[in-house]
C-alpha cells in the first residue's frame, strides 16, 4: 500500500515544496515503526505530582503523551486525595483501553519528616524525590512535571535508556545553555552540576540502578544510599537551597557526576529558551521535542508561544484530524505572538510536531 502513495500527494498535503522531506519522513516513519514490531519492549512508565490547581494541567500533560507514544504507556499519578476522583473520571474516558494504563497514589513522605518535605518549594513537590524508594517493582522512570507537553513520542526519550553507560543512573537537561544568564553559577549558595546546573521538570531514571547505587556526598566519608542520603542533605543545605528537590539533585549530582546522562535543551525547553534571544540551538535545527512551561506561562500573558501550545493540546479532540485540529489552528495562534521574542522563532514549536504528525500518519498507514 505505501508504494502507491504517490510523493506529490504527501507534499501538497504537508504544504512543502517538491523534494523537501516528503516522502523522506514518511519512510523514515514507517522504518521506524517496523522496528517497535519486530523489537517488542516493555511499557513506558511516566510519573508526575500533582497538588492544589494542577489537574487540567495534569491531564493536558498526560494527553500529549498519549497523541503520539507508540509503545503502551502506563502513568503512575501522585496526587492529593481530593484529585482522585476527578483524575479517575477524565482518565477512564480515555479512548485508548489496553495501551494507557494508570494508578493513582496518595503523596506521601517520611512520616516523621512528612511536613518539612511537603513544604520544601511547591506543595509536594519533592514526591519526585521518593519514587524510586516507593515504586519498587519499577526498573524505569520518566518523571515529568504537571506543565510539560510532549511534542513527539514518549518512546524517543525512553530510549535514552540504552544510552546510560555502567555508571549512570538519571538523565536531565541543563537548567540553561548561556552562562550569563544562568541561575546556578551566578546565585547559587550550594554545590550544583555542571557549568549552570540542571533542571528535574523532565528526569528519566534507571530506579534499579538508584536503588543499588551508594553515594558520595559532602556530609559523611562513607557512601550512603538514596534513601539514607535525602534528610540529613535537606538539613544541612535547607537554609541556602531556592528551588527545593531540584537544588538536592543539583547537590546530588555535583558529586556523583558520572551518574547523570545529560540531554539537550530541546527535551526540556523552557521560557529562558527564547525570552533573551534564541538559545537552544538545537531545538533552532530540529525543534522542540520537549516544551516546560514552567512559571506558569500557559496560564498568563506573559509568553502567548507556550499558552498557544497548551490551548491547542488540551482542545484537541481524541480521533480528529491532527492537521485540520491541532497543526493548522496552532501555528495561525503562534503567527499573532511574534511581538515577543519567543514568537519570532514560533517556527520552532511547531517543526517537531509536524514531524510527529507525519509519523504518526504513516504508521497509521503502514499498520
Known amino acids: ?22 516522502m523522506n519522513c514518511f519512510w523514515e516513519a514507517a522504518f521506524r515503526y517496523d522496528y517497535m514490531k519486530t523489537h517488542p519492549s516493555e511499557k513506558m512508565h511516566l510519573a508526575v505530582v500533582a497538588c492544589g490547581e494542577r489537574l487540567e494541567e495534569t491531564v493536558t500533560m498526560l494527553r500529549s503523551a498519549i497523541i503520539f507514544s507508540i509503545r503502551p504507556l502506563h502513568f503512575h499519578i501522585f496526587a492529593e486525595d481530593q484529585l482522585h476522583e476527578s483524575f479517575k473520571n477524565i482518565l477512564d474516558e480515555f479512548p485508548y483501553e489496553g495501551r494507557v494504563n494508570y494508578t493513582l497514589y496518595p503523596i ?35 518523571y515529568v512535571d504537571t ?12 530510549s535514552f535508556l540504552g544510552k546510560f553507560n555502567s555508571t549512570q543512573i538519571a538523565a536531565m537537561a541543563p537548567e540553561h545553555e548561556e552562562p550569563r ?26 530506579m534499579t540502578r538508584i536503588r543499588r547505587k551508594y553515594f558520595k556526598n559532602d556530609m559523611t566519608p562513607v557512601r550512603l544510599q538514596w534513601g539514607e542520603m535525602l534528610m540529613p542533605l535537606l538539613k544541612k543545605y535547607k537554609l541556602n537551597i531556592t528551588w527545593g528537590d531540584q537544588d538536592l539533585l543539583n547537590i546530588m549530582f555535583f558529586h556523583n557526576p558520572e551518574s547523570l546522562y545529560v540531554f539537550p535543551c ?7 529558551h527564547c525570552i533573551y534571544g534564541s538559545n537552544c540551538k538545537a ?30 493540546i488540551k482542545n484537541y479532540s481524541f480521533g480528529d484530524d491532527l492537521v485540520h485540529s491541532l497543526l493548522q489552528p496552532l501555528e495561525l495562534e503562534l503567527q499573532k505572538t511574534m511581538h515577543t521574542y519567543c514568537g519570532r522563532v514560533y517556527k520552532v514549536f511547531v517543526k517537531q510536531l509536524t ?13
Not at 2 to 22: A, E, I, Q, R
Not at 114 to 138: D, H, T, Y
Not at 266 to 272: I, S, V
Not at 291 to 305: C, E, I, S, W
Open 355 to 367: 514531524k510527529s504528525i507525519r509519523d504518526f500518519y504513516a504508521r497509521r498507514s503502514k499498520g
Open 283 to 312: 531545538a533552532e535545527e530540529e525543534g522542540i521535542f520537549i516544551l516546560h512551561g514552567n512559571r506558569g506561562v500557559y496560564h498568563d500573558d506573559k509568553q502567548p508561544t507556550f499558552r498557544a501550545v497548551y490551548e491547542a
Open 108 to 142: 506521601t513522605f517520611p512520616t516523621e519528616s512528612a511536613a518539612e518535605w511537603k513544604k520544601l518549594f511547591k506543595p509536594c513537590a519533592s514526591q519526585r524525590l521518593f519514587l524510586p524508594l516507593i515504586l519498587k517493582n519499577v526498573d524505569s522512570l520518566l
Open 147 to 158: 506543565d510539560i507537553l510532549f511534542l513527539r513520542p514518549v518512546d524517543d526519550i525512553w
Open 181 to 206: 544568564i544562568g541561575w546556578y553559577n551566578r546565585f547559587a549558595r550550594h554545590p550544583f552540576y555542571g557549568v549552570t546546573g540542571i533542571n528535574s521538570g523532565v528526569m528519566l531514571m534507571n
Open 1 to 22: 500500500r505505501c508504494k502507491n502513495l504517490s510523493v506529490s500527494f504527501w507534499n501538497s498535503y504537508w504544504m512543502l515544496p517538491s523534494g523537501v522531506c516528503g
Open 266 to 272: 530541546q527535551w526540556n525547553y523552557r521560557p529562558d
